[in-house]
């Protein structure tokens, strides 16, 4: 069965510093990973997705993420964060091959809070 | 990506009554998805809805609780039924973008009083 995991359940940080949110998951077959946003009382806007290709990928809003294979991690890091980008974030897992299912799966989330 | 038109956006419900919750896409889609959001917690799928079967529904969620219709490409409903307070949730349907990955309506926030 797949599985994300968000060790961290709420980052505090200072506006302008770096930003790093983790992700691991568990998935049998080969997964499509995304990455979330929820800003408060809003529905969920994809920042970026990784299908295949460069395990490198680059999102919206100045948001990358990392595909390691070998760490079963997609952890999602910006360089300078901005008061707006306080929000709760979810890392999600779903199927490359259709026959597995093409529901997606996800984490816990992690709240991000933004210090002036 | 599909552009997904859910409503209500919000509703305060008695228990025992039912709400029908509504997502339109702008787009013909296969499948459409129905996610629970507790207060506080992360996305649960309850089902998949495919245009002209029955819906399949994930452990713990049943379809006498939460029917769903699929009458066409582009619609679904979701209801809500014999509500009680642990109902209280957002409710957001979802559909699958290809290459855009899968995209969100704006959720329905339900309280039941």
């Known amino acids: 069965a797949q599985s994300v995991t968000q060790p961290d359940i709420h980052i505090t940080v200072s506006e302008g510093a770096s930003l790093e949110l983790r992700c691991n998951y568990s998935?049998?077959?080969?997964?499509?990973l995304f990455w979330y946003v929820q800003s408060p009382g809003q529905g969920l806007q994809l920042l970026l997705k990784?299908?295949?290709?460069?395990?490198l990928v680059q999102g919206i809003k100045g948001f990358e993420a990392e595909f390691k294979r070998s760490q079963s991690s997609f952890n999602l890091r910006k360089p300078s964060v901005h008061w707006s980008d306080a929000a709760e974030y979810f890392c999600?897992?779903?199927?490359?091959?259709?026959?597995?299912?093409?529901?997606?799966?996800f984490g816990g989330g992690t709240r991000v809070l933004v210090k002036p | 990506s599909a552009v997904i038109s859910q409503k209500p956006s919000r509703d305060i419900c008695q228990r025992g009554t039912s709400l029908t919750i509504q997502c339109q896409v702008d787009s013909q889609v296969t499948m459409m998805f129905w996610y629970r959001q507790q207060p506080g917690q992360s996305l649960t799928l309850i089902a998949t809805?495919?245009?002209?079967?029955?819906?399949?529904?994930e452990s713990g969620f049943v379809i006498d609780k939460f029917p769903i219709s699929r009458p066409n490409l582009t619609f679904s409903t979701l209801t809500v039924s014999n509500m009680s307070p642990e109902d209280s949730s957002i409710y957001l349907c979802s559909v699958e973008g290809g290459t855009y990955g899968y995209t969100f309506g704006s959720g329905t926030r339900l309280t039941v009083v």
């Open positions: 990784y299908f295949s290709g460069d395990t």
């Open positions: 998935y049998g077959a080969t997964p499509y």
């Open positions: 809805a495919n245009q002209g079967s029955e819906a399949t529904y």
């Open positions: 999600a897992v779903g199927a490359v091959i259709k026959a597995a299912g093409n529901k997606l799966t």
